[in-house]
């Protein structure tokens, strides 16, 4: 949720850093700061605020060539200029930018305060920094070592001396970290966006490594400092695919890519022909796939709504039990792990804490592990036995769009081949794919009709309380459009399966409340009907999102956005366009900072 970002090589380091902090910021924007070093000390820079605050203090030009700096989203310690970091030790010499929580930090700072230890901030972080001080006697890399060692929780870290100015000391454990390597420089980050103007060419730190960087070279081993080897590897991203390319919200530009994304994530991997799917993550595991006996399916937020249309989707298609777990439940419930459960965790950072959390318990319960994650080198990618990636490109938007649609997208891809090889035809499979090769061209289409959406949001944008309401594969997307209204334009919306408002919801409909009603063509349109009228006999404003040429529809909806028609799974492809194009517009209406909404961040990266 934090984010950070470090410098070491022969150019001015403030620049590098700040660049890196404006593309993490999306990461964790309540306070920012940066430390740069050299023979003269150490000199922290750090505001409460967004980093241009931040910037605004650092006007004088600075010419160290070695940093660290860190964008914030609190934890420990309200957002303020001193809970922001880098933390210094009590000497100054030492400062460190932390992303993950130190767990045991109320013990450390009793033990420290006892030792005489003054403290700045409320923060876990300074508490590793006078830790790392107290151990110092002239090795840097050891102080820091000798410190891990006494701390339980997570971290991403990165540490400076002003004895050793032109070295950075880099751990982790739960928090990424990547070294992008460039000539004669490398810059260290939590997430390969602060890297990609440098280099594209990176080392992963893997959990319990650590990393000694300066400009001559990057030496890596484990906590208890057995050298370990490293390769380097390539990012797929470029820098244009996580710049804004003239659109003022990262959002909308994602929205708008969804054609192409989806059609980078069914490239290569869908075989009209031979009505097959070819998913190269999963080939060595076919055989554990179909002998499963239970799939349990694991995420949180967008990534949870994805995960339940798999669920309806496994069910179909590979007609076996079929589960969807909340991350953040599923290791507090002391599960239920046969033999034959395969576990699949949805993520698109591959780095939320209670997804990563919830693999580890179904590892260590022996379930076979599959990703389904967006961003390659992720701590999830990195830890489950096989997986299949999205390849949806960056989502830097807070707001999670064509990750969902990529999700999906691929949860289709799974059931399908895992079907094929069960109880699926190949005729009914080579139909299924073909609907789902022309999903990106209907998507197109639905954009094309975005100003139906913008003209909801503006007549609608007043009201502070939404249903949305759907059935079978909708009622997913009903709680994903939910979603995405208030967690960028913060009016309140609620996502339920249509017929559960008669059960007590439906209490809250008045007059011109808006409705939005997943009515697409399928076994559920007669019924979604009947609790559309349920609506409007109570008041309530419906806007219906119904396939193209329905006409029944208008007599009942007081405003309907159109889709093209699919196979009833994969609607979803299609049905959540729209309502990300409302909750966009109303969040935009509203003044509401899209991209950056308050009190959240990215990636959830704390439990
Ligand atoms: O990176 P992940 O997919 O694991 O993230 C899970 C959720 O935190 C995320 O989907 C969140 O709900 C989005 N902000 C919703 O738009």
């Keep these: ?65 070695t940093g660290i700096a860190h964008t914030r989203w609190a934890t420990h310690g309200a957002p303020t200029d001193s809970n922001a970091h880098p933390h210094t030790d009590a000497s100054g010499k030492i400062a460190i930018v932390h992303n993950g929580i ?17 403290f700045t901030s409320d923060t876990d972080t300074e508490v590793l920094a006078q830790l790392i001080g107290l151990s110092y006697d002239g090795d840097l890399e050891e102080a820091v070592r000798r410190a891990l060692h006494d701390v339980a929780g997570t971290y991403g870290i990165a540490v400076v001396c002003a004895d050793q100015p032109g070295l950075i000391v880099a751990a982790r454990k739960g928090s990424p970290l990547i070294v992008g390597v460039g000539k004669d420089e490398y810059i260290l980050a939590s997430d390969a966006a602060a890297i990609l103007a440098h280099t594209s060419h990176v080392v992963y730190l ?84 179909v002998h499963a006996k239970r799939f349990i399916l694991t995420a949180c937020g967008t990534a949870w709504h994805a995960a339940l249309v798999g669920e309806y989707l496994f069910e179909e298609l590979i007609r076996v039990p079929v589960e969807t777990e909340y991350a953040s439940e599923f290791r507090y419930r002391n599960p239920i792990i046969d033999e034959g459960t ?61 990750a969902f649609t990529g999700q999906v997208a691929v949860l289709a891809m799974i059931a399908c081949l895992i079907g094929r090889r069960k109880h699926l035809s190949a005729s009914n499979a080579a139909q299924f794919l073909e609907a789902l090769a022309k999903v990106p061209d209907q998507t197109r289409s639905i ?23 759907g059935r079978g594969y909708n009622y997913p997307v009903a709680l994903e459009g939910a ?11 609620e996502g339920l399966p249509a017929a559960e408002m008669k059960h007590g919801p439906i209490a809250l409909i008045t007059e011109g409340m808006p ?77 509401c900072n899209v991209d950056k909404p308050r009190n959240l961040a990215k990636s959830v990266t704390v439990e």
């Design 206 to 289: 893997a959990d319990g490594e650590m990393a000694s960087i300066t400009r001559d070279g990057l030496q890596t081993t484990t906590l208890d400092a057995i050298p370990v080897t490293k390769d380097i590897e390539q990012v797929e991203w470029s820098l244009d695919q996580i710049e804004l390319a003239g659109y003022d919200h990262f959002m909308l530009k994602e929205i708008n890519e969804q054609p192409t994304s989806l059609e980078t994530c069914l490239r290569g991997r869908i075989d009209l022909s031979e009505g097959q799917v070819h998913l190269g993550g999963l080939v060595d595991r076919m055989r554990d796939l």
């Design 483 to 493: 979603l995405k209204l208030k967690e960028i334009s913060y009016i309140h919306a």
């Design 102 to 118: 130190i767990e045991n930090y109320r013990a450390l700072r009793t033990f420290l305060d006892k030792k005489g230890v003054k």
């Design 342 to 402: 395969v576990v699949i965790v949805v993520s698109q950072s591959g780095e939320t804490a209670d997804t990563l959390a919830a693999l580890e318990e179904a590892r260590q319960r022996g379930a076979l592990t599959l990703g389904v994650v967006n961003v390659v080198g992720s701590s999830i990618a990195r830890e489950t036995d096989a997986g299949v990636f999205l390849h949806v490109g960056p989502e830097i938007g807070v707001a999670s769009t064509k």
């Design 1 to 65: 949720m934090c984010g950070i970002v470090g410098y070491v090589g022969s150019k001015p380091a403030l620049s590098i850093l700040m660049d890196g902090l404006r593309r993490l910021e999306y990461r964790g924007y309540d306070s920012a700061g940066v430390a740069l070093v050299d023979g003269s000390g150490v000199s922290v820079t750090k505001a409460a605020g967004r980093i241009s605050v931040l910037a605004a203090q650092l006007t004088e030009p600075m010419s160290q060539t």
């Design 515 to 591: 409705v939005v009603c997943i009515a697409t063509k399928g076994t559920q349109y007669d019924r979604i009907m009947n609790n559309i009228e349920e609506v409007r006999t109570r008041g309530g404003s419906v806007i219906a999102v119904a396939t193209e040429g329905d006409h029944a529809i208008e007599e009942l909806a007081d405003v309907v956005l159109r889709v093209p028609d699919t196979l009833e799974p994969l609607q979803p492809l299609l049905t959540a366009i729209p309502l990300q194009l409302i909750a966009f517009h109303a969040a935009v209406l509203r003044g």
């Design 447 to 469: 954009l094309d009709q975005a100003d139906e959406a913008k003209k909801v949001a503006e007549r609608y944008v007043d009201r502070e309380n939404w249903l949305y309401l």
